[in-house]
Nanobody, 121 residues
């Protein structure tokens, strides 16, 4: 069992940056893949990026070149650095842990509670 806690959300102007953190508050996810998702109002949860336990990375096309995922297994933490944020990226951002990097949210058994990111125009 892994419990995840996201932090780092907040209000930022368009073009600004935020760094989200996903920490395992119980258990360890060093052998899990970790994915970042977001969900805006009245929209489905959207896969953004993932990192597996070997450090393999995947990015969704719309965030390539702007978002960077990284993990620090010693700190039991995965990060998502987000640059050049856009107002339409306002959403609740979630991290999730599972056996492999996959874009399907229902394949991740462990989820954090989410952190709100608001990008003002």
């Amino acid at each position: 069992q892994v419990q995840l806690v996201e932090s780092g959300g907040g209000l930022v102007q368009a073009g600004g940056s935020l760094r989200l953190s996903c920490a395992a508050s119980r258990g360890t996810f060093s052998t899990y893949a970790v994915g970042w998702f977001r969900q805006a109002l009245v929209k489905e949860r959207e896969f953004l990026s993932g990192v597996n336990w070997r450090g393999g990375l995947v990015y969704e096309e719309s965030v390539k070149g702007r978002f960077t995922i990284s993990r620090d297994n010693a700190k039991n933490t995965v990060y998502l650095q987000m640059n050049s944020l856009k107002p339409e990226e306002t959403a609740v951002y979630y991290c999730a842990a599972g056996p492999v990097i996959i874009s399907a949210a229902n394949q991740y058994p462990y989820w954090g509670q989410g952190t709100q990111v608001t990008v003002s125009s």
